[in-house]
C-alpha cells in the first residue's frame, strides 16, 4: 500500500495492518459438544484485515477509492491466504499531526 500512495502522490504518515481472526468455536466445551453432536460447520475463518492509514490532509474520494481497492493485494494478507479463510477488509483513515 506504502507504494501505491507514493507514486500516486497520496500523503500517508503511518500504515498499519490488524489481522483480527475470529474463533469456530468460543471455548473447548462448544467444541466438544459440536463434535459429540456431529454438528457441521463452515469450516472458513473468519478474518478481518484491518488498514490503517495516517494522514495529516483530507484524502480525496479518490485517493480513498485507490487506498481501498489497494487493501486487497496487502501482501500481509497475501501471506495468510487460503482455501479456509474469508476475509472482511476494512480501511480505516486517522488524522494526525504535522
Known sequence: MAGVARRRNI???SLRVEIELHRIFQDKTE???AAA???GLDRKRKVVKRVIVGTAV???ERD???LRNTIKY???GRM??????EWTEE???EKVEN
Do not use: H, Q
Open 11 to 13: 500523503p500517508l504518515r
Open 31 to 33: 467444541a466438544e459438544r
Open 37 to 39: 453432536e456431529g454438528i
Open 58 to 60: 483530507e484524502l480525496s
Open 64 to 66: 480513498v477509492t485507490v
Open 74 to 76: 496487502c501482501p500481509v
Open 80 to 85: 495468510f491466504s487460503g482455501g479456509n479463510i
Open 91 to 93: 480501511l480505516r483513515i
